[in-house]
């Protein structure tokens, strides 16, 4: 989505031709009937039923009146936990004055990103491309066919109004400008998506020199200091110290491992992390990750099991597994559904306001905390408060080890001591109205999830991971997935009935072919084929050899986009190329691993000139250019020594294995009576097999 480039005449004629005015106020009214938004199935639009708009869901029913009507689209787009979109419905969608000039004047289309993100994508593009801004709110106008000619994020209701009536009068008087720049814009967009992209083929020796210079363009912009990208704003971004990890892996750079730690132990100390309750937040308002923007996200989380997962295996330091544990305790208490299915997010406001119910006064806090100063000085308490007058955030300077050595107090001591004031922090903050959950469960961010847990399982050991992992996939597989392979998109109420878009595809047949590495169970890596054969067949563009975001059998839009760069997950086009390659390797599909080098190929000149936007790219370029390994386990102990195995950090390595059944290529004529043996094999060329974990690890690295 992220637009850079594009041509100067556009820019000309866009700006020729933007239609914002600012001028008048309407008035606010009483509550009227609710409107059709009472029978959607998203929590978000449900929210919306009592606003006196005359809101549409995205479909036939609104498109065809406003061609009928000749009336352009406003596309309103936001999500459950978005602050500036409630603060937008209240001020603005709650006035009957206001509300009157968009009925009038529009047909409205209230739209929810996380069940429709290909709408989404669209719309953003165009206020991408027009003024290089992002964020929700977002307010699209249209032409009747769904042509984007203006965009633009939150307005306050004055603003608002007079945006209205200058586009509702520019619509009439300027007809042919508005119709010039819809094209222009649609072109505009349709052109910056596949600029750099060129298919044809990669060979290993270029491959190699390419990702070695991705590395050097993301590290100059990794902050060095507060960790996560240079900028006054912190997302948490996973991919990027993911990368960095990896790449210390593979050259033992060490710099790029201080990179990584660095960020993993400033964004853990943070604000943006809840010191009290565990989990992420969706990002920080400032440099040093210490005032979050308070919404907490399932996609987020999952990706935060992962990373520090994996952190833990390859470093050991125990305070990333705390992390870890906190998050998935965090995750289990907030959001998980009945049947093994996970909500989307928790709300930033409260009744009391933004923000408020993770807030403390210097009174209230050390009264729960026993009248502790030092603990006080650890989170940064203090009477005129550290977030607004006399409020405070809890953050961190110092790990606990680090504070208490610092203060010539025992680690042990405090740090058992910290654990009993998070459960009295959280008692006290339970007294006070809580955040609202979005209880529909996206299929994507659950397969993040999932592989966030099959991930934590493999580091720690926890048996109750890999029960919750499996449980996770169940859920999928008996309530989104279908026998051909077709997946939908959201839960809710017992009903899915959005189809899946291409990031759903891509992380859960990720998420499963992981779920196999753990656990051996050929049941989930079958179905991570089936998911797969799906999508080449439905999603695939053959010209590019990349991935529609959308399949053959969606609603058609005004643009079929195919993503590559990464947004708020990785790009689904990266992802599926990581599943590719592994399940071409491990079945012997030539045919998949040829595709995925084939999508590399074809987006590698826009990796190389923008690597900072396509991350997951550039690892898995990575992988691809160094030494990876099959590793197979088999025998009657082929579990116990993969729960072994698996505690290493080996990104470079695809894990498969049997107790006593030759079931997948890989595992064939290596099962050998009486003894469990790790094979370690580079392109099915096998080393000597080894009976102990550790000698079979020192073959690998």
């Known amino acids: 989505m992220l637009v850079k480039y594009f041509k100067k005449w556009m820019v000309r004629l866009l700006n020729s031709t933007l239609l914002i005015l600012f001028l008048s106020a309407g008035c606010s009214g009483p509550q009227q009937r609710q409107n059709r938004l009472q029978f959607a199935s998203s929590p978000y639009l449900k929210a919306h039923a009592d606003n006196p708009v005359d809101w549409y869901?995205?479909?036939?029913?609104?498109?065809?009146?406003?061609?009928?009507?000749?009336?352009?689209?406003?596309?309103?787009?936001?999500?459950?936990?978005?602050?500036?979109?409630?603060?937008?419905?209240?001020?603005?969608?709650?006035?009957?004055?206001?509300?009157?000039?968009?009925?009038?004047n529009f047909i409205c289309i209230k739209v929810d990103r996380e069940e429709r993100p290909d709408i989404d994508n669209i719309y953003m593009d165009a206020l991408q491309l027009l003024s290089g801004n992002t964020g929700w709110p977002l307010h699209a106008f249209a032409l009747?066919?769904?042509?984007?000619?203006?965009?633009?994020?939150?307005?306050?209701?004055?603003?608002?109004?007079?945006?209205?009536?200058?586009?509702?009068r520019s619509y009439t008087?300027?007809?042919?400008?508005?119709?010039?720049?819809?094209?222009?814009?649609?072109?505009?967009?349709?052109?910056?998506?596949?600029?750099?992209?060129?298919?044809?083929?990669?060979?290993?020796?270029?491959?190699?020199?390419?990702?070695?210079?991705?590395y050097d363009s993301i590290y100059k912009t990794t902050?060095?200091?507060?960790?996560?990208?240079?900028?006054?704003?912190?997302?948490?971004t996973p991919a990027l110290p993911e990368f960095m990890l990896q790449h210390f892996y593979v050259t033992g750079n060490k710099e790029a491992l201080n990179a990584a730690t660095t960020t993993l132990k400033k964004m853990a100390l943070g604000g943006i992390y809840d010191q009290a309750g565990g989990g992420f937040a969706r990002y920080a308002t400032d440099s040093m990750w210490r005032i979050p923007h308070f919404e907490k996200m399932l996609y987020d989380n999952g990706q935060m099991l992962s990373l520090y997962a994996h952190a833990f295996q390859l470093t050991k330091d125990e305070f990333y597994k705390t992390i870890l544990v906190e998050t998935l305790a965090f995750i289990e208490k907030s959001l998980a559904a009945p049947g093994g299915g996970y909500y989307s997010s928790l709300n930033a406001d409260t009744e009391e306001g933004e923000g408020k119910y993770y807030a403390w006064n210097e009174n209230t806090f050390l009264k729960t905390v026993g009248y502790d100063t030092l603990l006080a000085a650890f989170y940064h308490i203090s009477r005129p408060g550290n977030w607004k007058p006399g409020y405070n955030l809890l953050y961190a300077s110092q790990t606990p080890t680090e504070f208490a050595i610092d203060k010539k107090t025992n680690p042990a001591a405090f740090i058992t001591k910290l654990?009993?004031?998070?459960?009295?922090?959280?008692?006290?903050?339970?007294?006070?109205?809580?955040?609202?959950?979005?209880?529909?469960?996206?299929?994507?961010?659950?397969?993040?999830?999932?592989?966030?847990?099959?991930?934590?399982?493999?580091?720690?050991?926890?048996?109750?991971?890999?029960?919750?992992?499996?449980?996770?996939?169940?859920?999928?597989?008996?309530?989104?997935?279908?026998?051909?392979?077709?997946?939908?998109?959201?839960?809710?109420?017992?009903k899915a009935l959005i189809e899946g878009f291409l990031d759903d595809y891509a992380w859960t047949?990720?998420?499963?072919?992981?779920?196999?590495?753990?656990?051996?169970?050929?049941?989930?890596?079958?179905?991570?084929?089936?998911?797969?054969?799906?999508?080449?067949?439905?999603?695939?563009?053959?010209?590019?050899?990349?991935?529609?975001?959308?399949?053959?059998?969606?609603?058609?839009?005004?643009?079929?986009?195919?993503?590559?760069?990464d947004e708020d997950i990785p790009s689904a086009n990266a992802v599926m190329a990581g599943v590719l390659h592994k399940l071409g390797t491990i079945y012997y599909d030539t045919a998949y691993t040829k595709l995925s080098l084939a999508m590399f190929a074809s987006v590698s000149g826009r990796v190389k000139e923008m690597p900072g936007f396509h991350i997951q790219w550039c690892s898995f370029a990575e992988r691809i250019a160094a030494k990876s390994y099959e590793v197979v386990v088999m025998g009657e102990e082929a579990l116990k020594k993969n729960k072994e195995l698996q505690q290493y950090y080996l990104p470079t390595s695809i894990i498969t294995g049997s107790a006593g059944e030759e079931s997948l290529p890989l595992m064939k004529n290596k099962l050998t009576a009486g003894k469990t043996l790790i094979y370690v094999c580079t392109d099915r060329l096998c080393k000597r097999p080894e009976e102990e974990t550790a000698n079979a690890v020192m073959q690998i690295k």
Not at 65 to 94: D, Q, R, T, V
Not at 426 to 444: C, F, H, M, W, Y
Request: glycine share 8%; charged share 25%.
């Open 57 to 104: 869901e995205w479909g036939n029913e609104a498109l065809d009146k406003a061609k009928k009507e000749n009336k352009p689209l406003l596309i309103s787009i936001g999500y459950a936990s978005c602050h500036w979109c409630h603060e937008m419905e209240k001020e603005s969608f709650m006035d009957t004055a206001v509300a009157r000039i968009m009925n009038e």
């Open 144 to 168: 009747p066919d769904g042509k984007p000619f203006f965009a633009g994020t939150y307005y306050p209701k004055d603003s608002w109004t007079s945006l209205l009536l200058s586009v509702a």
């Open 173 to 214: 008087s300027k007809h042919k400008l508005v119709e010039t720049q819809a094209n222009a814009l649609l072109n505009g967009i349709a052109g910056d998506e596949l600029r750099l992209i060129d298919s044809g083929s990669l060979h290993a020796a270029p491959l190699q020199s390419l990702y070695a210079g991705l």
């Open 223 to 236: 902050d060095l200091i507060n960790g996560g990208l240079k900028g006054r704003q912190k997302f948490p």
């Open 419 to 494: 654990n009993s004031t998070k459960i009295n922090l959280q008692k006290e903050r339970n007294t006070r109205p809580g955040p609202v959950v979005d209880t529909k469960i996206i299929t994507a961010w659950n397969s993040i999830l999932l592989k966030g847990y099959a991930d934590a399982y493999a580091a720690t050991g926890t048996e109750d991971y890999l029960v919750r992992a499996r449980s996770c996939a169940s859920f999928i597989e008996n309530n989104m997935l279908s026998g051909d392979g077709s997946l939908k998109r959201n839960f809710k109420d017992g």
């Open 509 to 565: 047949a990720a998420a499963f072919t992981r779920l196999y590495e753990v656990s051996f169970d050929t049941h989930w890596i079958t179905l991570a084929r089936r998911v797969t054969h799906f999508a080449i067949k439905n999603f695939l563009n053959s010209k590019t050899g990349l991935f529609y975001y959308t399949g053959s059998n969606a609603p058609e839009l005004v643009l079929r986009k195919i993503p590559v760069a």
